[in-house]
T-cell receptor, first 114, second 115 residues
Framework: ETGVTQTPRHLVMGMTNKKSLKCEQH?????MYWYKQSAKKPLELMFV???????ENNSVPSRFSPECPNSSHLFLHLHTLQPEDSALYLC?????????????FGPGTRLTVT | DQQVKQNSPSLSVQEGRISILNCDYT??????FLWYKKYPAEGPTFLIS?????DKNEDGRFTVFLNKSAKHLSLHIVPSQPGDSAVYFC??????????????FGTGTQLKVEL
C-alpha cells in the first residue's frame, strides 16, 4: 500500500448505528487530519492530530469521535448521526516541522445516513 | 464567512491553450497557498504551492502567481491537455499552535479541456 488509504470507501448507516472510519498513511508523516466535504460546500477541517495528540477540534459535534492510536492510523468513530451528516469524509497526512505545508489525501469514505 | 473564494465554478479551454484558474482570500494570516486537483471518486491530489513571501512558483506546465496586495492567486496551466480536466481547489494554510496546519479550501473550479 502506498500513500493514504481509507476504509470503507462507501458506508450506509442508520441514525442509531455505530460505525468507524479508518485511515492509514504509509508516508511516514507525523500529522493526520479529518475533513468533511458536503454537497456544494468546500472541504471543512474537522480534527487535527500532531504526534498523536489532538491539536484542533473545529467545533465538531460529539457524535463524531476521533482516535489516533499511532502516527500511521486515524479513526473516526460515528454514533447517532443525522441525515445531514451524509458527506464525503477525507483523511489527510502531512510532515510537520519541515517547512512544507502540503497535505496528502486519501480517496475518502462516502457516508450516507438514512 | 468564506475566507477562500473561487468565483468561477467552471472553465472550458481548448487543448493546447492556457487555462487560468483564479482564487481570492480574505485572511492576511495565511502563510502558504496550495492548489489541488480532484478527479471523481478520488481524494484531492496536491499540485503546486507557493509561500506567502514569493510571487511566483513554476513546476513544468503549472505556474502559480500570488498577488498579496490584492489577496489573489492564480494557477496557469500551459499547454492544457485533456487529462487536466478535473476540479481544481485552491487552499490557504495557517499554522496551528500545537503542530500541523489548517487548510481552508475554496469551492473548486471544474476545468474541462476540449479537443
Amino acid at each position: 500500500e502506498t500513500g493514504v488509504t481509507q476504509t470503507p470507501r462507501h458506508l450506509v448507516m442508520g441514525m442509531t448505528n455505530k460505525k468507524s472510519l479508518k485511515c492509514e498513511q504509509h508516508l511516514g508523516h507525523n500529522a493526520m487530519y479529518w475533513y468533511k466535504q458536503s454537497a456544494k460546500k468546500p472541504l471543512e477541517l474537522m480534527f487535527v492530530y500532531s504526534l498523536e495528540e489532538r491539536v484542533e477540534n473545529n467545533s465538531v459535534p460529539s457524535r463524531f469521535s476521533p482516535e489516533c492510536p499511532n502516527s500511521s492510523h486515524l479513526f473516526l468513530h460515528l454514533h447517532t448521526l443525522q441525515p445531514e451528516d451524509s458527506a464525503l469524509y477525507l483523511c489527510a497526512s502531512s510532515q510537520d516541522g519541515t517547512g512544507t505545508y502540503e497535505q496528502y489525501f486519501g480517496p475518502g469514505t462516502r457516508l450516507t445516513v438514512t | 464567512d468564506q475566507q477562500v473564494k473561487q468565483n468561477s465554478p467552471s472553465l472550458s479551454v481548448q487543448e493546447g491553450r492556457i487555462s487560468i484558474l483564479n482564487c481570492d482570500y480574505t485572511n492576511s494570516m495565511f502563510d502558504y497557498f496550495l492548489w489541488y486537483k480532484k478527479y471523481p471518486a478520488e481524494g484531492p491530489t496536491f499540485l503546486i504551492s507557493i509561500s506567502s513571501i514569493k510571487d511566483k512558483n513554476e513546476d513544468g506546465r503549472f505556474t502559480v502567481f500570488l498577488n498579496k496586495s490584492a489577496k489573489h492567486l492564480s494557477l496557469h496551466i500551459v499547454p492544457s491537455q485533456p487529462g487536466d480536466s478535473a476540479v481544481y481547489f485552491c487552499a490557504a494554510s495557517a499554522r496551528l499552535t500545537g503542530g500541523g496546519n489548517k487548510l481552508t479550501f475554496g469551492t473548486g473550479t471544474q476545468l474541462k479541456v476540449e479537443l
